[in-house]
């Protein structure tokens, strides 16, 4: 069973499309996140959700827009896409709220490419 | 601020030998976790270890184990008996100075290479 999953797992599109990356965890956490990692391998922590409240919401351009409709999802939905928002999306979740004390549990990964 | 620091970017090592991939941090909180992951070719991030920080026992899980000093705040990942499929990106992850407690800040990474 997957922990984790986020569909799909390529994306390919256009320049100022919009697009969603789902992501669903089944295994009972309360916190979920949504990291970008670029092309040099940085991974950098986009947003977090706590039981479907947004916690953290880092410096993140206004065409990203996380939804969560209920605490085992948390979907990303980008509008108007740009070539630098090419990178690989990942879903993570952990326990509850004290994050900096729980394991966090990341997805696959989307790898986004806009052209 | 970058508050994790990875200072090598490439590691390699023969197979069966042992290798230390190191991570520098500066956090303000009190009690925290550390984290280790493996992110392979395949893309996904993989937890290999974790360390409690109010904790003087390093944190040991088969071939891996850390070597933690708080005081420095310095937390490396030692892998014995190092195996091909070991090879890939390794992230070290702290809390951050200041702000939210409820993230974590990534190192840069460190691509460690295993040689047959």
């Known amino acids: 069973d997957t922990a984790v999953s986020q569909t799909p797992k390529y994306l390919v599109t256009q320049m100022g499309n919009d697009k969603s990356i789902k992501c669903e965890q089944n295994?009972?956490?309360?916190?979920m996140y949504w990291y970008k990692q670029d092309s040099k391998k940085f991974l950098k922590i986009m947003f977090s959700?706590?039981?479907?409240?947004?916690?953290i919401n880092e410096t993140v351009p206004n065409r990203f827009s996380p939804k969560s409709p209920d605490k085992a999802h948390l979907n990303l939905h980008i509008n108007s896409l740009e070539l630098g928002d090419s990178a690989v999306y990942f879903c993570?979740?952990?326990?509850?709220?004290?994050?900096?004390?729980?394991?966090?549990?990341f997805g696959p990964g989307t790898r986004l490419l806009v052209l | 601020a970058q508050t994790v620091t990875q200072s090598q970017p490439e590691m390699s090592v023969q197979e069966a030998e042992t290798v230390t991939l190191s991570c520098t941090y500066d956090?303000?909180?009190?009690?925290?976790?550390l984290f280790w992951y493996k992110q392979p070719p395949s893309r996904q991030m993989i937890l290999v270890i974790r360390?409690?920080?109010?904790?003087?026992q390093n944190a040991t899980e088969n071939r891996f184990s850390v070597n933690f000093q708080k005081a420095a705040k310095s937390f490396s990942l030692k892998i014995s008996d190092s195996q091909l499929g070991d090879a890939a990106m390794y992230f070290c992850?702290?809390?951050?100075?200041?702000?939210?407690?409820?993230?974590?800040?990534f190192g840069k990474g460190t691509l460690l290479t295993v040689n047959p």
């Open positions: 959700y706590n039981n479907k409240e947004l916690i």
């Open positions: 956090t303000s909180e009190s009690d925290y976790y």
């Open positions: 295994l009972g956490h309360d916190t």
């Open positions: 992850a702290s809390p951050p100075i200041g702000g939210s407690n409820y993230k974590l800040t």
């Open positions: 993570a979740s952990s326990l509850g709220l004290a994050s900096i004390q729980e394991t966090q549990y």
């Open positions: 360390q409690e920080a109010y904790k003087q």
